[in-house]
């Protein structure tokens, strides 16, 4: 069967796959102030943290439009996936939904499902993987469907910012009770609850003490690591991408380990320097 993987945006798929015809990206829109941008392959991270730096406004993101969903699945595979941003944080998995039952309103020649990451960046990216691998064994859309899911399930995200503002700025951070003073140069160590929202799990003094912190927490909490890829997106940060690649492996043997720069809206949230560990 021929299969499509459809995701957005804020997925940070590896390089060689980002040409790939089984796969396609839909972009979110990016606004800091009067600048507006779509999120897609002309994105310059340089350029868009210069701007936030300069904007004394907060950026802000849009998704895409169920239409814009819609023509995406208007292909000739049968199977085909879309992977999302979590329905907690973005209105991209709502669009995706509507985008699907609008072409099947007219279309009944291809299976499509529709996945809510309850995660983010790497994790999107896990996802997006994990439904390749599948397809190239062979296996029913059903089953895909159902070990797509339960992965999802199993599957944690981390991160650590050196900047909170954006996720607090844009009513992100609703699940978090107190953060700690910036002031202080105090850095929370964040995680994912199973609904998709964002917890703190711990914090450090400096953002070097935070991020050991965050290598000791995935290595402890990993099931089962040399069946995992352990995957790890960045923010202008590839030093500390690979530094706490090493503090973790150290103490957990992955199959394999990817580190992948942040597009736009991942960059946008993560701000500069933040590393983001999904696994």
């Excluded at 953060?179 to 914090?203: C, D, F, R, W, Y």
Aim: charged share 25%; net charge negative.
């Amino acid at each position: 069967m021929s299969y499509k993987i459809v995701v957005d945006s804020c997925c940070e798929l590896p390089d060689e796959l980002k040409k790939d015809p089984r796969f396609e990206i839909v972009p979110l829109g990016i606004e800091v102030g009067d600048w507006r941008i779509q999120d897609d392959e002309t994105f310059n991270q340089a350029e868009f943290l210069r701007r936030v730096a300069e904007c004394p406004e907060c950026p802000r993101s849009s998704c895409p439009s169920p239409d814009r969903y819609k023509q995406s699945f208007d292909c000739d595979a049968e199977h085909i996936y879309v992977v999302t941003l979590s329905a907690n944080l973005s209105g991209s998995h709502n669009s995706a939904v509507l985008g699907k039952n609008l072409y099947e309103e007219k279309h009944h020649d291809k299976k499509i499902h529709v996945v809510d990451s309850k995660s983010a960046s790497g994790g999107e990216a896990q996802i997006a993987l994990k439904a390749m691998e599948l397809e190239e064994k062979g296996l029913a859309f059903e089953e895909i469907v159902q070990q797509l899911e339960a992965f999802r399930d199993e599957m944690n995200t981390y991160f650590v910012l050196n900047n909170l503002e954006t996720l607090r700025k844009n009513g992100r951070l609703t699940g978090v009770k107190a953060l700690v003073a910036s002031t202080l140069n105090i850095k929370p160590v964040m995680g994912a609850t199973e609904e998709g929202t964002i917890i703190q799990l711990g914090q450090a003094i400096g953002l070097k003490k935070a991020l050991q912190k965050m290598a000791d927490i995935v290595a402890r909490e990993t099931a089962n690591p040399q069946k995992k890829c352990l995957m790890i997106t960045h923010c202008n940060n590839l030093a500390k991408a690979e530094s706490v690649r090493d503090m973790i492996l150290a103490k957990a043997k992955f199959a394999e380990a990817r580190i992948l720069d942040t597009a736009g809206i991942s960059s946008m949230y993560a701000n500069d320097g933040g590393i983001i560990i999904a696994v």
